[in-house]
């Protein structure tokens, strides 16, 4: 998307209009892109992280779940060095939890043991 593009989505009242989000979104896009290429897929880059098999935890309180660990600190620095935004360790390990990379289904969770 050219920047006159990006400018016609700050009137979008439906997203998120900051700027700098806006504009990270080609720019990761682009980098997403680089990611496919050198490693085949982004999902074989975020699974060489967990060793090509899901973390699973086994929580009892949801106050025990984490925002962010070791390892989406870890991811969220190679994508921030690739040259990502807006991709925290936070957002990241949220990511994982949705994508499977890691089990936070608490143990009382019928979801826990898939």
């Known amino acids: 998307m050219s ?3 990006l400018e016609v989505l700050r ?3 439906n997203i998120i209009r900051n700027k700098l989000k806006i504009y990270s979104a080609r720019k990761n896009a682009q980098v997403f892109l680089q990611i496919q290429k ?4 982004f999902s074989d880059f975020l699974w060489g992280f967990v060793n090509l098999k899901p973390i699973k935890n086994s929580w009892k309180y949801s106050s025990d779940v984490p925002t962010a660990t ?3 600190e870890k991811i969220s620095k190679d994508l921030k060095r690739k040259g990502m935004k807006f991709v925290g360790p936070t957002i990241i390990y949220a990511y994982m939890q949705a994508t499977g990379l890691v089990n936070d289904h608490l143990v009382d969770c019928w979801r826990h043991l898939s």
């Open 70 to 72: 070791p390892i989406s």
């Open 11 to 13: 009137d979008n009242p």
């Open 38 to 41: 050198e490693y085949g897929s």
């Open 3 to 5: 920047d006159s593009e």
